[in-house]
């Protein structure tokens, strides 16, 4: 079974903060990448960070790396905290797996979430 299930979106005011979780199982135990992406309304996919099988691992997008910070559990769940939240924050953020490496590339990953919305009111 795969699945990618994010949670944590939802409507907050600029200047809030969320942690977004995505849980994670494969059907298969390997040594994969866990990263975040988000889509805006009129955008394209945009990279937002990404971390790897190893502890200490970790890859963010330079406009995002000041307010971002990404973690995982040892029950394969990722995070991502988001800080001072944005109006241009809005978004539709992706989980995503990888086995190749780890990268800000959409096309290194394998599997998707169905996204979780996260919209953010001025």
């Known amino acids: 079974q795969v699945q990618l299930v994010e949670s944590g979106g939802g409507l907050v005011r600029a200047g809030d903060s969320l942690r977004l979780s995505c849980a994670a199982s494969?059907?298969?135990?390997?040594?994969?990448?866990m990263g975040w992406f988000r889509q805006a309304p009129g955008k394209e996919r945009e990279f937002v960070a990404a971390i790897g099988w190893s502890a200490g691992a970790t890859y963010y997008a330079d406009s995002l790396k000041e307010r971002c910070t990404i973690s995982r559990s040892a029950k394969n769940t990722v995070y991502l905290q988001i800080n001072s939240l944005k109006p241009e924050d809005t978004a539709v953020y992706f989980c995503?797996?990888?086995?190749?490496?780890?990268?800000?590339?959409?096309?290194?990953?394998?599997?998707w979430g169905q996204g979780t919305q996260v919209t953010v009111s001025s």
């Open positions: 995503a797996a990888g086995y190749r490496v780890l990268s800000g590339n959409p096309e290194d990953y394998d599997y």
């Open positions: 494969l059907g298969s135990f390997i040594s994969y990448k």
